[in-house]
């Protein structure tokens, strides 16, 4: 949160605007895509640079997608948000600071990439995990954050989920095994980058359940330590982005914001995406990261396992829900 806190600060002192022909625009996203937005905002300045001649710099906040979504609610003044999940803008926009159909504004539900979750586990992956059920296994440390305030865990807890109702099994069922499956996770962090380090800094953990990009940064920070395994199956996650329209009408920096969204769509932002293991919306561009970024058996999806995000948003994980009833902190 020391970036949020610092980008609060600073919004305070010079707000979001133009400063002569330079204009920055702040984006507010989550956890994992610190590095992905980093490489971005580097290439969309000297995009933005030859197009239009004028100097662009994007500043990124990065926590648990849930709590972005609130600070943006609670003053935080995003440009753009770009978080793990639509009900986290869906939120914002029910505060009225964008428009209630921005999912329609760009291609692909607004989301210019997808991504799914798979297992990091120790090298030579000595508890064997291979599938969804291993997970269950009494001994298992599992490692995941909370869906409570992280986009990527509610990810986790559908793809777990729908392992058991896309292969015929009774919600009753499905409750009793995502039941079982926190049962094996001894700690619950915020945010999917948080998960990370405690399982490859902190060594917790026989199973990190992991956006595939964190996956691949897992392996690069712990190189020979750990392994990516692709369960047969998981679920298709689709990170949206938005233009915060209030805060942009009233910084007007508009025409810049949503060049950056339209930008995330070109080629040269494709490349930058595939590369940081996220995949890419373009699919000859996705295609040529299928050594990294290889096909699942099957992707189910949000509607597969819970009909709208509103739907999953309410049954699961608010107050009340499934998540709250058989969660039980040890």
């Known amino acids: 949160m020391r970036t949020l806190t610092a980008i609060l600060m600073w919004a305070a002192l ?3 605007g133009k400063a002569g022909d330079a204009v920055t625009i702040t984006n507010v996203s989550y956890d994992p895509t610190r590095e992905l937005y980093r490489d971005l905002g580097v290439k969309f300045s000297a995009y933005y640079q030859a197009k239009a001649g004028r100097s662009v710099t994007l500043q990124n906040s990065h926590a648990g997608s849930g709590a972005q ?14 978080l793990a999940l639509a009900p986290d803008i869906d939120a914002i926009a029910e505060r009225g600071l964008l428009k209630p159909d921005w999912q329609k504004a760009f291609p692909n539900n607004s989301s210019p990439y997808t991504s799914t979750i798979v297992f990091v586990v120790r090298a030579g992956n000595p508890k064997g995990i291979k599938d969804w059920d ?4 009494p001994g298992v440390s599992v490692i995941t954050p909370n869906p409570k305030t992280s986009g990527g865990a509610r ?4 793809a777990a989920w729908g392992f058991i109702t896309q292969n015929g099994g009774t919600e009753a069922q499905a409750q009793d095994f995502v039941k079982k499956l926190f049962a094996n996770v ?4 915020t945010g999917a980058r948080g998960s990370t380090t405690t399982f490859v800094q902190k060594k917790i953990g026989d199973v990190f359940i992991s956006w595939e990009n964190e996956a691949h940064l897992s392996l690069k920070e712990a190189a020979g330590q750990v392994q990516i395994v692709y369960p047969p ?3 298709l996650a689709e990170p949206p982005v938005a233009v915060v329209d209030k805060n942009v009408d009233q910084a007007g920096t508009r025409a810049v914001a949503e060049e950056f969204i339209r930008f995330l769509y070109t080629d040269e932002a494709q490349e930058v995406i595939g590369a940081w293991h996220y995949r890419p919306s373009n699919p000859a ?11 699942f058996k099957k992707l189910f999806t949000i509607a597969d396992v819970a009909g709208t995000w509103k739907d999953a948003q309410k049954k699961y994980f608010g107050d009340g829900g499934v998540f709250d009833k058989i969660y039980e902190p040890q």
């Open 155 to 158: 990810w986790n807890f559908l």
């Open 233 to 235: 199956a998981s679920i």
């Open 285 to 295: 561009i996705l295609a040529k990261f299928g050594a990294t970024l290889p096909p």
């Open 134 to 137: 291993d997970l269950v296994k």
């Open 14 to 16: 010079t707000g979001c």
């Open 69 to 82: 979504a609130r600070a943006v609610i609670g003053g935080l003044k995003a440009d753009v948000v770009t």
């Open 186 to 189: 001894p700690v619950l962090d």
